[in-house]
Structures are given as C-alpha cells and as structure tokens.
C-alpha cells in the first residue's frame, strides 16, 4: 500500500486503490484524553477508473453541520462504478470541534482556517492543516470546502472562489461555482485570510471553491439539500458521476459577484450591549440606513446606541449572537463587482 503521509500524521486506507473504502487520517498527538494513540480524522475514499480528483471537505469549523451531513449523505450513496476518477471525502476535518460543536478546537484551541499551511511539528490542528495542504490539496485536481456561519452568525448562501494567482486557476474555480449552483458569489481578495483551506489551494495552483450554507448552529434540511445538489453537479460537470447523479444543469447560475473591498464597509460593535439588529443576511442596504441599535444592558440608563451602515452594498452575513462584545463583526457588507475585471477573456 502507498503511503500517504507528514511527520506524524499518515493514513489507514490507500487512496491509489480501486474501490469505496472507510477509514481514518490519523494524528499522532499526544493529550489527557490519547496519550499514547492517534487522533482519528474520518476519511472516504471512492475511486474507479481514470479521472479528476476531487477533495471535498466539511467540518473545519465544528459548528457548522449542514457541510457535513450532506458530506455523510453522499459518502453513503456514492458507489465505485458509478464514479471515474476519485473522490476523497473528509466529512469532519475538525472532529473534536464537531463532536463539541465548537468553532474551534478543544483540543488545542486552534481555529482550523486559520493555521494553514500548518506546522509538521505543531500541535494537532497544524498537524491536521499541514497534511491537508501537502498531501490532499496537493493530490486533488479541484477542491470544495463546506462551510456556514455556526452558532455565531448567519450568512446569505454564496459561493467563494478565490483571485488565484493565475488565470487558469481563476477560471476553473468559476466554473466550479457555476455548477454548485449559487446564485452569489463572494470573491475573495487582498482582505481574505492567508491561513484557510482557500489559500492551501492558491499556494499549489488548484481549482476550488469554499461554500457558506446560512448558519445559527442548526443543520437546516434545504441547505443540507441544496449542498448536496451542488456537490452532485461539480462531480457530475467534471465527468466523475454517472447514473442518479446526472448533471442537468445548462444555465449559469451566478447571478451576483460581491467582494468584501473594505472593513469599513461592515458594522461592527463600538462597545459591550445587547444588538438589536434591522438587516438580515441578503439584504441590499444604502449609505446612512439603519443598521440597529447597540443596548447597554448594564448601564440601562444610556439611550441605545444607533448604528449605520456607511455604505452601500450587499449584506453577507449577520450576528447570531445577542450580546456583543467590542470589536465583534455584527453585519458584514460586500459590494458588487464586475466578473470582467478579474475573468480571462474569452475568444
């Protein structure tokens, strides 16, 4: 069997094997709760015939469920002749975070997108991310990474392809994002974070789109579907699904391109209150509306605080908390942009 490893981190299954097989990508970190054995990340691997590899990824965030149960739906129903190529799932990148619905890791404390490309030495999550970026990115030929707004906020459903360092890349990313079949799509440029999954793929050139499916901590059953109707017609556009599966999908289906371009745009919390929020994830906003009001729980005899958005633009996502701290992002706002000021031409 090929092995298929980093310092301390390799896996039990063969991913140049035929076949549907189950197993683990297992960690080798030592704690109270495994002193002595290994952290196991559950992976699925179908593979038949000649094709793309195809990395699909859920549960990097572990309060972000719906990723995962459409992620455990198809690793269920996929069957090996009905697939050419391979796809190599990983349902709960962060399984401890999941099994504690925890954004980040209990086990170390590591906020998983944000420790790419990780550590060969470092603690479980940089084990975990290290892997991840010279092993399975590096293997894939197109990646999807499955995530929502967990508990913490809620986000309009939206695509994220990356400005990859060419075109090509670029291109192939869009065309992804075509077929997941989200109307909007979030661009994600100079202000995007260097440390996530989206960036492991810019740094080895591969095709990939990240996912935001609503949120507020839940598994929503419409979201749930329309994650497993996208990655069904990624797989299926790539040639890799045959059967129920079938790509029927002929119309692009982006319809918007938005770009967080500033910070300022957002509206984020001047102080500790309780937010009583006037916009919702996907709505369009002006310069100057109301974005609500900042209460002072403590100091009840302060007049509520208003807050405004400074621009227009789209709103992305919102706050699912109540209570806010200083600093938090409470409505995160994107603007429009133009596909052709970042799409190769066309002949």
């Known amino acids: 069997m090929k092995k298929f490893r980093t310092d301390h981190v390799d896996m039990s299954i063969d991913l140049t094997a035929s076949g549907k097989q189950h197993g683990d990508i297992r960690v080798r970190w030592s704690d109270n709760s495994n002193p002595l054995g290994y952290h196991a990340v559950p992976v699925i691997c179908v593979a038949n015939g000649h094709g793309p590899t195809a990395l699909l990824i859920g549960g990097v965030h572990g309060d972000e469920f719906e990723g995962p149960c459409a992620l455990l739906r198809l690793a269920s129903s996929l069957r090996a002749n009905r697939v050419a190529g391979r796809v ?14 925890t954004r980040t890791s209990p086990l170390d404390g590591v906020n998983m997108n944000r420790t790419f490309p990780g550590k060969s030495g470092g603690s479980i999550s940089q084990l975990t991310a290290h892997f991840v970026e010279v092993v399975l990115v590096a293997l894939a030929d197109f990646v999807i990474d499955l995530h929502s707004g967990g508990r913490a906020s809620v986000f309009e459903p939206c695509s ?92 692009k289906s982006i319809r918007r391109v938005v770009e967080i371009s500033d910070l300022s745009h957002s509206v984020f919390a001047p102080a500790r209150g309780l937010f009583e929020r006037r916009a919702t994830a996907g709505d369009i906003v002006m310069a100057g509306q109301d974005a609500g009001a900042l209460h002072r729980v403590e ?46 031409r066309r002949p």
């Open 88 to 101: 190599i799932i990983v349902p709960a990148l962060n399984p401890s975070a999941v099994s504690a619905s």
């Open 160 to 251: 994220l392809v990356s400005r990859a360092p060419d075109s090509r890349t670029i291109a192939r990313s869009m065309q992804l994002a075509e077929w997941f079949g989200i109307p909007t799509l979030w661009l994600l440029g100079e202000l995007n974070d260097d440390r996530s999954v989206n960036s492991a793929a810019d740094r080895s050139r591969t095709p990939m789109i990240a996912v935001e499916l609503g949120g507020g901590g839940g598994c929503d059953p419409a979201l749930v579907d329309l994650a497993g109707r996208g990655i069904a017609n990624c797989l299926s556009g790539l040639g890799m699904l045959s059967g129920n599966h079938a790509f029927r999908r002929e119309a």
């Open 299 to 344: 100091e009840p005899e302060l007049p509520p605080r208003q807050l405004a958005f400074r621009e227009a633009g789209l709103v992305l996502a919102h706050t699912n908390r109540g209570i806010v701290n200083r600093g938090e992002l409470l409505l995160s706002v994107a603007t429009p942009v133009n596909p052709d000021d970042f799409l190769p």
